[in-house]
Structures are given as C-alpha cells and as structure tokens.
C-alpha cells in the first residue's frame, strides 16, 4: 500500500511561461537519489483526490526536495501546480520511486538491494554504486530535463570529477528550463550542453526542427568512450533516440530511459 507523507511548499521559481520549480519540506524524508521521483497526491474539499509523477530535479538537501513541473493546457494536476499551488501550501507525497533511472547507478545484480527509496547499504556492497567514474551522456526533452538536473547538480557538489554532457531539446529558447544555472555552469566550463530546438531556432545556425539521426550521434560521447547514456521526455522521443543508440553500437545495459507519458 502506497504510504502517503505530508510535504510543504517551501519555495517557487517561474522556469518558462508554463512551467515551475517547486521546493517541498518534507519532515522524515529518508532523502533521494538523483533520478528518481515522487508521486504528488492532490486532495479537493469534496474530497476528490487525484496523484501524478514528478522527478526530481534537486536532491542535494535532503528532506528538501525539488520538481519542475510543465503545464498541460487541458491536464487536471499540472495547471494547478504550476498556477494556484501557493508557498505555505501543503500536499501529500510518496516515494522516493525507482531504482533504474538513477546516477551514480547502482549494482542491481545478483544479490543488491532492489528495494525503492535511497537507503542503500554501503557497507555489505548491496545497492553500491558501479564504476563511477564512467562518462555519463544525459538526453533531455522537454520537461524531462528534471531528474537529469538532479544529476547535475549532485555532481556539482559531490563528485566534480564526474564528466557528464547534456543533449537537450525543447521547443525554443524561451521553453528551457533551468537557464541561468545553464549559463553559470557554461561560462565555468563545468558543462557542454548540446542545444536542439524543434519550433524556434536558438541563436546558432541549425534551424529550428527535430533532431535527426545524424546530428544526435555527431552530438553524444562515442561508443569508445563507454558512457552511461540517461534519456528522459516524452515516450515517443526517447523511443527513437533509443532506437538509435542501439543501431549505433551502444550496449542496452548502459542506456537508461525514464519516459514521463505512458504508452
Ligand atoms: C516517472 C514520471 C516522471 C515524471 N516527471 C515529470 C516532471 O518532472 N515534470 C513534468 O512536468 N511532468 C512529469 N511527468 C508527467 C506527469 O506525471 C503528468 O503526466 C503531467 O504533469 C500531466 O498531468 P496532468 O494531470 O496535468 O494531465 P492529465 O490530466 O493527466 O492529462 C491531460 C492530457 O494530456 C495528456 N498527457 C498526460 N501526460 C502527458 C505528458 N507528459 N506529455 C504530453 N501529454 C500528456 C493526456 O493523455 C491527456 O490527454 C512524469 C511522469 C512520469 C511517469
């Protein structure tokens, strides 16, 4: 049975026009690891109450946790907390959720720990990072830019050895997510992003459209290289650049796909 925790908002940051970055204190949060997310359980007076998924975008504090949510023009949950949901506000959580999509990964062999949550047990080798030393590839659409950010961020603090490189597509400039920080991590030399825009062209020379099979593999670290590839949007976007990771060599045991609609 799903257990369901009282979590308020804490803080709110506007990302672009329909999307917003959301803190939530959640009191006994047994932390998260970076991928994950949680389900965000909304109750109305009559009692109605309805619950969706929500990566994390910013795992670093603990029992305060962040999501970045984009607004569907006819969904039920999004608008509300993307709009109305006000600081001081509080809804219910569960989670964290999902062992798969995370960074560092874990050994999820013969013996580790597959338990959901962020408690895995370093000690006895259950649950303990793989090689983290690998290159990790993060390949963002749209929204799904959230649990990658996490990523980000935890190696910002954590481990700055770490190379990580980002491929994200969004609809224009003015639809990114997460700008500034982009920016700031762009002028250190802390991140090579690889911009596509699919409705607006950015300010290089590539029109505006989605990203073909060519460019994407010009764009991500080789198959020589052996990175951990994280891909994270809509299911049909990943699907496809998945499809070309696998014609293009990359092994599947190194690609991780979280996919924010269903089939
Ligand atoms: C593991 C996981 C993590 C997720 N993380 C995030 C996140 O970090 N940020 C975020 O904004 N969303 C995320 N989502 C999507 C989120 O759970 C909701 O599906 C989304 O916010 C829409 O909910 P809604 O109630 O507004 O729309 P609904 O009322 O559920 O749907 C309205 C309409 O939009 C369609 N629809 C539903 N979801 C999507 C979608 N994602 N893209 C396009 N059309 C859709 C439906 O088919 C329906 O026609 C995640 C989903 C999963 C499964």
């Known amino acids: 049975m799903t257990t369901w925790q009282v979590a308020t908002v804490v803080a709110a940051v506007r990302e672009t026009d329909t999307a917003r970055s959301i803190w939530l204190h959640i009191p006994?949060?047994?932390?998260?690891?970076?991928?994950?997310?949680?389900?965000?359980?909304?109750?109305?007076?009559?009692?109605?109450?309805?619950?969706?998924?929500?990566?994390?975008?910013?795992?670093?504090?603990?029992?305060?946790?962040?999501?970045?949510?984009?607004?569907?023009?006819?969904?039920?949950?999004?608008?509300?907390?993307?709009?109305?949901?006000?600081?001081?506000?509080?809804?219910?959580?569960?989670?964290?959720?999902?062992?798969?999509?995370?960074?560092?990964?874990?050994?999820?062999?013969?013996?580790?720990?597959?338990?959901?949550?962020?408690?895995?047990?370093?000690?006895?080798?259950?649950?303990?990072?793989?090689?983290?030393?690998?290159?990790?590839q993060l390949v963002a659409g749209g929204s799904g830019i959230t649990p990658l950010m996490a990523m980000i961020r935890l190696r910002e603090t954590s481990r700055p050895e770490a190379t990580m490189r980002l491929l994200y597509s969004a609809r224009s400039p003015e639809q990114v997510f997460f700008r500034d920080e982009f920016a700031a991590l762009a002028a250190a030399d802390r991140l090579r992003v690889d911009w596509f825009f699919t409705r607006t062209a950015g300010s290089g020379p590539r029109p505006a459209g989605r990203i073909t099979r060519e460019e994407f593999a010009a764009a991500i670290l080789p198959v020589a290289s052996r990175p951990l590839l994280y891909l994270c949007g809509s299911t049909e976007y990943v699907d496809t650049l998945g499809e070309w990771l696998l014609d293009a060599g990359y092994p599947i045991d190194d690609i991780r796909i979280e996919r924010f609609l269903a089939a």
Request: hydrophobic content about 30%; overall charge negative.
């Open 28 to 136: 006994g949060f047994p932390g998260a690891r970076a991928g994950q997310h949680i389900d965000i359980k909304l109750t109305a007076p009559d009692g109605y109450s309805t619950s969706r998924s929500y990566s994390l975008s910013d795992i670093r504090e603990g029992d305060t946790v962040a999501v970045g949510v984009e607004e569907l023009d006819d969904g039920e949950v999004s608008p509300f907390l993307v709009h109305d949901l006000e600081i001081g506000e509080q809804v219910e959580i569960a989670g964290p959720i999902g062992m798969q999509f995370v960074w560092p990964p874990l050994d999820t062999g013969a013996g580790a720990d597959k338990d959901n949550g962020a408690g895995a047990d370093s000690d006895t080798g259950r649950g303990a990072d793989t090689d983290p030393t690998r290159p990790v």
